[in-house]
Structures are given as structure tokens and as C-alpha cells.
């Protein structure tokens, strides 16, 4: 069977690979009873004609490599990448994301993955909405977050050889093109890159395309979502938390929402560079009945856009 991942009939986009990774799914926790049974989602996902998968909210998907082997030998799955939730602004949280990682990177080498997404803590839980931290760090916190982001991507590819990449997201520390900016001033690039998730640029007020333009040596990794501009709007004029925002709509299948798509994957094909493209669209919670048939359509749309083949 001819792979679909790639677009290998126009070399221009030959480098660029689609994938999809839970949240497509309307995945956010390793266990939720809101959430589809993941052996159910796992399936769907290669219904729909997915090959290479990052594997979420570690726990979700098995945790041993050998059983996480096994659903990718039966499906024809490929993992690239693992993904976890780490503090690193606080001293005494070290040790936990360091263990946290630890586990996630051991099962992922083991499967033949090549990065980690680090995904930080939002400053107002994912399912209370309530306040859980400083909406901005001290000067003190940003520079442990920092330090502790070096040490975490060193660890990572010295000992497991896997690269992390940060991930932005909203209600978190690093949303606005300037939280963005001041990360990639700050880190060691030969440990630390970027997770350029194209929907939470845009919710964070900034523009995808222009940071490929302004940082093209630090996108190595990506996830490709949309946002609606009018909601993402109301929601930061309203302080909307972002549960809230995506609650009420805010994350959108292309070609609705922005950034619009074959810009971006026009701008990412112009990097010339292996990427992996995860699809996501954040939906939890949804309608069991609602992944499958969306992630075909974006998998269609961003197929016309370069991305993959139909």
C-alpha cells in the first residue's frame, strides 16, 4: 500500500508528513470519562487514513512499548513523538517532570520515536477554569523555566535521543509572540526548538507564517490547527479561560479559521526541511460520533493544500 503521509507527487511539499495525535479526538487527559476508549480512537485514526501518530496524554495509549508496538504493528502506525506536561518555573517540581520525562521518553525510544513535546502548565485548570498560578513569572521563575528547559532537552537527546520541542499554548506562559520570542532568545537551540502549534499562535495574537519567516531554524516540529478570529476575539476580551474558548468553538476544521492553510504549508514546504505535521483540532469534550468524518475533511482539505496525499 502507497503511503499517504507525504505528497510525493509535487517535491516541493515531499518533506512535510502528516499525522494526526489524540486531541484530534477530543483527547486532553490520560483518563476522562468524557474521552473515547483509546483502542477505539486509535483505530478510527488509521480509518481515516493516518500512518504516523504522537501519542497524546502519556497513559492514554499504552505505556508499555512492547503493547504500544503492537497496536502500531496492527494498525500500520507509525510513532514520532510522545507528549507530557512538565513544571519547569518551580525548584521543588524538578523532580516530578524529570520523572514524568524520564517515563514518557523510555517508552518512546523504545517505538522509534524522535521527539517529546513539552507542554507547559496553564496558569487555570483545564476542567475548573480556576486560577492555578502566576499569570506572569517573576523574573526569578523565567529564568529557572529556562535554565530547567535546557536541562530537560539535554537530558532528553543525550540520553534517550529524542528532541524536545516547547509548545506555546493559551493560558499559559508561553502564548504571545513576545513570551515566544524571549524562549527562543533565551534557550540553547541544539536542545531546545519549537513546537510550532499553528492554532495557538493564532489564539495567542500571533501570526504562524511570520514566525516560520523570523525563526526558520527553531520550527522543527509541528501541529497544524485552526482558530476562529472572532471568537479568540471575544475570548481575550472577555478573559475567557481557554477551556472556555474552545467550549464555545474556537478551535475549527480548515479551511475555516486561520492561519489559512496554504500559506502556512506553502511556508513550511519553503523551510526544506523533514517535518512531521500532527492535525489537531481541540474538541474535548465531543461527540464520540465527531472525530472520524472531521479528520478525514481536514485530512482532504489540507491534502488540496499540499499537505499529504487524499
Not at 14 to 19: E, R
Not at 149 to 156: P, R, S, V
Not at 238 to 246: I, M, N, R, S
Amino acid at each position: 500500500m502507497t503511503s499517504k503521509a507525504r505528497n510525493l507527487d509535487d517535491p516541493k511539499f515531499s518533506k512535510l508528513a502528516i499525522g494526526v495525535c489524540p486531541d484530534q479526538w477530543g483527547v486532553w487527559f490520560p483518563k476522562d470519562e468524557k474521552q473515547m476508549d483509546p483502542r477505539q480512537a486509535w483505530e478510527e485514526m488509521a480509518e481515516a487514513g493516518f500512518e504516523i501518530i504522537e501519542t497524546g496524554p502519556f497513559g492514554y495509549f499504552p505505556t508499555d512499548p512492547k503493547e504500544l508496538q503492537k497496536w502500531c504493528d496492527e494498525f500500520g502506525m507509525k510513532v514520532v513523538a510522545g507528549t507530557g506536561w512538565g513544571v519547569l518555573h518551580k525548584k521543588d517540581q524538578w523532580s516530578t517532570t524529570e520523572k514524568t520525562f524520564r517515563a514518557i521518553a523510555e517508552t518512546h525510544a523504545a517505538v522509534g520515536a524522535e521527539y517529546i513535546v513539552h507542554l507547559p502548565p496553564l496558569y487555570r485548570d483545564d476542567k475548573t477554569w480556576e486560577w492555578t498560578d502566576d499569570r506572569v513569572l517573576s523574573d526569578d521563575a523565567w529564568k529557572l523555566y529556562v535554565e530547567n528547559a535546557n536541562k530537560l532537552g539535554q537530558m532528553l537527546l543525550d540520553e534517550y535521543n529524542l528532541k524536545m520541542v516547547l509548545h506555546p499554548h493559551g493560558d499559559s506562559h508561553i502564548e504571545t509572540p513576545e513570551e515566544i520570542a524571549r524562549i527562543f532568545d533565551a534557550t540553547d537551540p541544539t536542545y531546545v526548538n519549537f513546537c510550532l502549534d499553528s492554532g495557538h499562535v493564532v489564539y495567542g495574537g500571533g501570526d504562524p507564517v511570520q514566525l516560520i519567516k523570523d525563526y526558520p531554524e527553531r520550527i522543527t516540529y509541528v501541529h497544524i490547527k485552526a482558530f476562529d478570529e472572532d471568537i479568540t476575539r471575544e475570548a481575550h476580551e472577555k478573559d475567557w479561560p481557554f477551556g472556555e474558548a474552545v467550549a464555545k468553538g474556537a478551535s475549527v476544521c480548515p479551511p475555516k479559521g486561520l492561519p489559512e492553510m496554504h500559506e502556512f504549508v506553502a511556508a513550511l514546504a519553503e523551510l526544506d526541511r523533514d517535518i512531521y505535521c500532527i492535525c489537531e483540532q481541540d474538541c474535548y469534550p465531543c461527540d464520540p460520533s465527531f472525530p472520524k468524518n472531521n479528520a478525514i475533511n481536514m485530512r482532504n482539505y489540507l491534502a488540496e493544500c499540499g499537505l499529504g496525499m487524499k
